[in-house]
């Protein structure tokens, strides 16, 4: 024990006396099957239950990462993330130590698992399984997501200025599309609305002329009979759930059907038709991320179109309301002047909040993110920023400490994206060997990977490490109440802080001092299992201070059952870290700061930030 642990132990016991976890089991037993460095509490299968993803401890658990990866859109790889098991096991070390994070959507692609119709390709599935299991050994959820992008890129010609991913070649002869025309495009995502081929496919498929949906369902209940067939009992309990098909859109409507009445009529019934195949599939426990019309929440009003599921009735624990967000104004160039600021996105946010709710179910946002290189690249710290701090919390800043209980709940979301082969690609647009892309993804011009390889080979962040590594609670014992995370990131040379320490906690504030911190409020529950917050690497316990009702330490010691602050590696072998509270009652109120803001502080100091807190908690909640 150091000796600072040793000056404060003193203290920890005025605080909150040596706590002790009755009947609970040792902290060296692991769930069978589950990933390296597991602890008795980790590795179970996670359900929906009162709105939030739940472990089998009854702990909220909040699903945070990012999207592996937009290499599948490509045919380089052959419509796979990575081009072999070793780049995955790479990709998700990288992707826990430092990208923080504990979830991944897995995209997968449906031309290449069924090449020829009625034909899967089991070594497609085998591949998949096998680079999915690298992130579940890496102790890493995963929600795989049936991919597509402008329908299929077989729609378009090998001259083309764009292309598409997703259906087959032979879906796309099926049908009798038009040659493929964008007209006058600024950006991809125009053809969705402007190209007839792309709207005539996407029609097709929703009124499942050709049979289109009927083999997508065939081919989407093989695949993941394959996956839980394949995968040991542990690593089928890190699969969360299943998206089964990324941005749907009508393509075109038909005579007095709106966008509203397109989703009630034909996509929430894809999405019955789907949730029978998961169970069909042996996944009748995991819930299906149902996503709404893509153009639902656009923050451009020319873009909106009204939607939500709102017509759906309450969608329930089978369920999670998946959905997107990106700041296309920001995108634009034209749209949005400037940098994003503190509480650009919480409104947006706070709709997908209340959607869920509304829904009876748990909310995701499986895409977010911003351009990475060109004309608009220099608003991409501020509004990854933003958007963060949105999923965090449904209050800006400069409101949170004066009404925390306003905060809402914690939401899950994957960035857009993770790609080891950023700027590194060989990808032959549309087959055609005359345009070879090298830059960025490979793909319609986008460059949005917060990863890329050195020529080392080594994994090295894009974005960055204070913004992506990041506090937050991934397990919480009881019912979160209020949670922040001040991550001072970077806009060049600029330190960004939109949520200071208030004047009125002086010692909080000189405690956290520059540094960063994160604040949980949270109501105990009646299970046994500590609470848990990612520890970034920004956090080392030999520096990290934590102020909690439940003990005031300095350098966390060790994890066990009879330490209520402790820190602990991550399930995965990668050496991430996460901090442990331990409670021993249920319904009561408990909070905890964690900074790296001070060196060594003084028991004075901890004793003072920690009244502080305690007043400060006893009057908001």
């Avoid at 509490?41 to 990866?69: A, C, H, K």
């Avoid at 591949?127 to 378009?156: C, K, N, W």
């Avoid at 992506?468 to 995370?485: E, H, I, K, M, N």
Wanted: net charge negative; aromatic share 10%; charged share 15%.
């Amino acid at each position: 024990m150091s000796i600072i642990r040793v000056r404060l132990l003193p203290v920890l016991v005025v605080l909150c006396g040596l706590l002790t976890v009755a009947g609970a089991p040792p902290a060296t037993a692991a769930t069978p099957g589950a990933p390296a460095d597991s602890l008795w509490f980790d590795g179970s299968p996670l359900t929906v239950r009162n709105g939030r993803f739940t472990d089998g401890q009854g702990r909220e658990v909040v699903l945070r990462g990012y999207n592996v990866s937009g290499e599948t859109k490509l045919e380089e790889n052959g419509g796979l993330p990575f081009a072999s098991v070793a780049d995955a096991r790479r990709s998700a070390t990288a992707l826990r130590v430092l990208g923080g994070g504990d979830a991944v959507r897995f995209l997968l692609s449906w031309a290449h698992a069924e090449p020829a119709r009625g034909q899967v390709d089991t070594a497609y599935l085998a591949a998949v399984t096998e680079q999915m299991r690298a992130f579940l050994d890496a102790g890493i959820r995963v929600y795989p997501d049936f991919h597509q992008d402008l329908y299929s890129r077989h729609l378009f010609n090998t001259g083309s200025w764009y292309t598409g991913d997703g259906a087959p070649e032979w879906a796309v002869d099926a049908g009798s599309y038009p040659r493929e025309s964008c007209g006058i495009c600024l950006f991809w995502g125009q053809n969705i609305t402007q190209n007839a081929a792309v709207q005539k496919a996407q029609y097709d498929f929703w009124h499942n002329s050709h049979g289109l949906q009927d083999a997508f369902l065939a081919t989407a209940q093989t695949a993941m009979a394959y996956l839980q067939q394949h995968l040991t009992d542990g690593e089928f309990a890190g699969v969360v759930g299943f998206d089964p098909y990324n941005e749907p859109y009508a393509g075109s409507y038909d005579s007095g059907q709106t966008s509203r009445t397109w989703e009630r009529d034909l996509l929430r019934p894809f999405y019955v038709r789907f949730r029978a195949r998961m169970d069909a599939a042996g996944w009748q426990d995991k819930p299906a991320f149902v996503e709404p019309n893509l153009f639902w929440n656009a923050n451009i009003s020319t873009q909106k179109q009204e939607g939500g599921l709102l017509d759906a009735g309450a969608l329930g624990p089978r369920y999670v309301f998946n959905t997107h967000f990106y700041d296309q104004k920001a995108i634009s160039g034209i749209l949005m002047w400037g940098k994003a600021a503190d509480g650009q996105y919480t409104a947006d946010f706070g709709t997908v909040r209340d959607r869920a709710s509304a829904a009876g179910t748990a909310a995701v946002v499986s895409e977010f993110g911003h351009p990475l290189s060109g004309t608009v690249s220099d608003k991409a710290p501020t509004v990854l920023k933003a958007m963060y701090q949105a999923l965090d919390s449904r209050l800006p800043g400069a409101s949170w400490w004066t009404n925390p209980a306003a905060s809402g709940p914690v939401l899950s979301g994957s960035q857009w994206q993770w790609d080891l082969y950023n700027g590194r690609h060989h990808e032959l647009m549309n087959g055609n060997p005359g345009k070879v892309l090298t830059s960025g993804d490979a793909w319609n011009d986008e460059d949005l990977s917060a990863v890329r390889l050195d020529d080392s080979g080594n994994a090295t962040l894009r974005q960055d490490a204070r913004l992506l590594d990041r506090v937050y609670p991934s397990a919480t014992a009881g019912s979160t109440l209020a949670f922040t995370y001040e991550d001072r990131s970077r806009d060049g040379s600029t330190t960004l802080t939109w949520n200071p320490v208030p004047s009125s906690l002086p010692n909080v504030a000189r405690l956290v001092g520059s540094g960063q911190y994160g604040l949980l409020v949270w109501r105990s529950g009646d299970g046994t299992a500590p609470t848990e917050l990612h520890l970034p690497a920004s956090f080392p316990a030999s520096a990290t201070a934590v102020v909690s009702d439940l003990g005031t330490v300095y350098a966390p010691p060790a994890y066990s059952a009879g330490t209520p602050v402790g820190a602990a590696p991550e399930p995965g072998g990668t050496g991430s870290r996460r901090l442990l509270l331990t409670d021993t009652d249920s319904g009561v109120l408990h909070y905890a700061l964690v900074t790296n803001g001070a060196t060594a502080p003084s028991v004075d100091l901890l004793n003072a930030a920690g009244s502080e807190l305690a007043s400060w908690a006893k009057a908001h909640f």
